[in-house]
């Protein structure tokens, strides 16, 4: 061989190497599951008692092709085991059809879906006294067996347009008791789904003050944090008739007094103990200083934060909201967080449920 042609088998081998490097990083580009801005399709397959032909009805082609027009780029999609499971842990298929239809229909729209499986028979977040999953040996087992069923079920669909969040705002007694099961689950995806996204919450509702306590997979890259924020709660759940804000009948204000107690003495010990952490003066900055503290352990750990759940019940006023919804949306912005609002169209709605008109004032805060 020549001194010229082993220059150039030289040059080619590293010309061929190079080339094979940036399809490797284009490959792993397109394979991440990116997200920015997306609305919860609840009501639906979770926290809704409709079944047949009404369920079926309930979130249409329209409504995915809906989301995509206004600008969003996923869909989180809330499943309760009660729906897709009987009481023996056998599948119920129509509720499967439906979920496999809402994910076609986003994919078709180039929308990403995280499936949450939102309620458990041995675990609801708002029942603080259901303390069955973490006692329960066989409860947990049987949660680690839906998900192994829903990954074996989902892995066919692309990890860059698919991501799991194996349970929604647990509420265990022992932020010990929550690392250990969820740490479980991801194992057991793990197995089956080496590099599937899953969205990891931290524990007490994904609050952001107990982000401090989260044990997160080591080395493990393809977690995206998340915390749900619904701070100050008298403001953004005003009169929410399944809250105990229903009985406030005094305003409230943001920014401001989230709740004065000095015009309105609270006397109910249980509402006294609901709104106890919301009886302050809120700014951007207060809402600010709250997230920041899931913020610096997501920027601690390299991997992106994410806010699955945040809105307000319609019962303030439009001008009071559209501050309250610039704070929040600045600071995501400003910081990297991506999000996803509760919800489309049901009781925190972006659009008009019958008609899916956009609520402009709403969206457009959104999409800045």
Aim: include cysteine.
């Amino acid at each position: 061989m020549n001194m010229k042609t082993y220059i150039f088998l030289l040059l080619s081998i590293g010309l061929f190497s190079c080339n094979n490097q940036v399809k490797n990083t284009k490959s792993r580009v397109e394979e991440a599951f990116v997200i920015k801005r997306g609305l919860n399709a609840s009501h639906w397959l979770s926290q809704s008692e409709i079944r047949g032909d009404d369920r079926v009805q309930y979130m249409q082609a329209k409504d995915f092709k809906k989301i995509a027009d206004m600008g969003f780029d996923h869909v989180r999609l809330p499943i309760d085991e009660m729906q897709m499971w009987d009481e023996e842990g056998n599948r119920l298929d129509e509720a499967f059809e439906l979920m496999h239809f809402a994910i076609k229909e986003c994919l078709k729209n180039d929308l990403r879906v995280i499936v949450d499986l939102h309620i458990l028979r041995s675990h609801h977040f708002n029942e603080l006294d259901d303390i069955k999953l973490w006692n329960d040996k066989t409860a947990q087992e049987d949660f680690i067996k839906f998900w192994v069923e829903l990954s074996t079920e989902l892995k066919k669909y692309p990890n860059s347009m698919v991501a799991y969040e194996p349970m929604n705002e647990a509420v265990a007694p022992d932020p010990e008791d929550w690392n250990k099961l969820i740490n479980w689950v991801i194992a057991e995806i793990r197995k089956l789904e080496p590099e599937r996204t899953i969205i990891m919450g931290s524990n007490r509702w994904q609050s952001a003050s107990t982000f401090k306590y989260l044990n997160v997979p080591k080395g493990d890259t393809n977690i995206i944090l998340s915390f749900h924020f619904y701070e100050p709660m008298p403001f953004t759940h005003y009169k929410a008739y399944w809250t105990p804000f229903s009985k406030l009948d005094v305003e409230t204000e943001y920014p401001g007094w989230a709740l004065d107690t000095v015009k309105f003495p609270i006397n109910d010990e249980k509402l006294k103990v609901s709104v106890m952490y919301g009886i302050d003066y809120y700014t951007k900055d207060t809402l600010e200083n709250h997230i920041m503290q899931a913020v610096e352990v997501a920027d601690k750990l390299n991997l992106q934060l994410y806010c699955g759940e945040f809105g307000c019940f319609p019962t303030t006023t439009m001008e009071q909201r559209a501050v309250w919804y610039n704070d929040i949306i600045d600071i995501f912005n400003r910081n990297n967080v991506a999000w996803a609002h509760w919800n489309y169209k049901n009781d925190f709605p972006v659009v008009d449920a019958k008609t899916l008109e956009p609520i402009d004032e709403i969206i457009s805060i959104m999409m800045k």
